[in-house]
């Protein structure tokens, strides 16, 4: 080997400028076609949720009058007017409708005054006793007597109520104004205990007369010493 070819120009060995940096030369890749030409993607807008109006509180319908308990209705104002008229607003301690009749709770000391002038009373005439019957309330403390009557000639229908407490039980008779409660009166007395005051014969009619309490109260038992 001749001295010549040892000097060889070593500078040509040399990368460019541009050979060393790699940046550059990535920039300068050529972008494949398919690259160039893919569409982007778009992403549909997210549907947005539906909110439902609150439907509007509808109105509510008037309610139809009830000709049945606007006829009830009349009865009871006038029975009450005639009564109060009669013996003043004390005597009474409700006056109300249950189920299209009037119905009156009266006070026990008026009892039998009130249901005489019903029963006599030209423009009344309730006439007829259909029911009477007794109920003992231990949580009010009292037992209910009532008795249903009825106008043959006026057509009209009452209900008559009155509370007597439990331990005096005690509530006006009014068989002198119908002769045919005088057992049903016994009975109220037999099986609840309620004494009617100036009844003929008030004596049992179910239980033994030696029989020891009043089988329809609450708190009877049989097994009780």
């Keep these: 080997?001749?001295?010549?070819n040892k000097n060889v120009d070593l500078t040509n060995?040399?990368?460019?400028?541009?050979?060393?940096d790699p940046k550059k030369q990535a920039s300068e890749k050529p972008v494949s076609p398919a690259a160039s030409e893919q569409t982007p993607v778009v992403k549909p807008a997210a549907a947005k949720p539906t909110v439902e109006k609150p439907a509007a509180a509808k109105e509510a319908a008037p309610q139809k009058p009830d000709p049945k308990k606007e006829a009830a209705q009349k009865e009871?104002?006038?029975f009450r007017q005639q009564i109060v008229a009669k013996f003043g607003e004390s005597v009474l301690e409700e006056a109300v409708l249950a189920k299209y009749q009037p119905t009156f709770v009266i006070k026990r000391e008026d009892w039998r005054n009130v249901i005489e002038y019903l029963r006599f009373d030209e423009s009344l005439l309730f006439d007829y006793p259909e029911v009477m019957a007794g109920t003992d309330y231990p949580d009010k403390g009292y037992i209910e007597v009532v008795l249903y009557l009825y106008s043959m000639k006026h057509g009209y229908f009452v209900t008559l109520k009155t509370r007597a407490p439990r331990?005096?039980?005690e509530v006006p008779s009014v068989t002198p104004?119908?002769?045919?409660v005088n057992w049903e009166e016994r009975e109220i007395y037999d099986l609840l205990g309620v004494t009617f005051t100036d009844h003929p014969d008030l004596r049992r009619i179910m239980m033994p007369e030696d029989y020891e309490g009043y089988p329809l109260r609450k708190d009877f038992s049989v097994w009780k010493e």
Excluded: K, V
């Design 1 to 4: 080997m001749t001295d010549e």
């Design 177 to 180: 104004i119908y002769g045919g």
């Design 13 to 20: 060995n040399q990368p460019t400028s541009e050979e060393a």
């Design 76 to 78: 009871l104002d006038r």
């Design 167 to 169: 331990d005096n039980a």
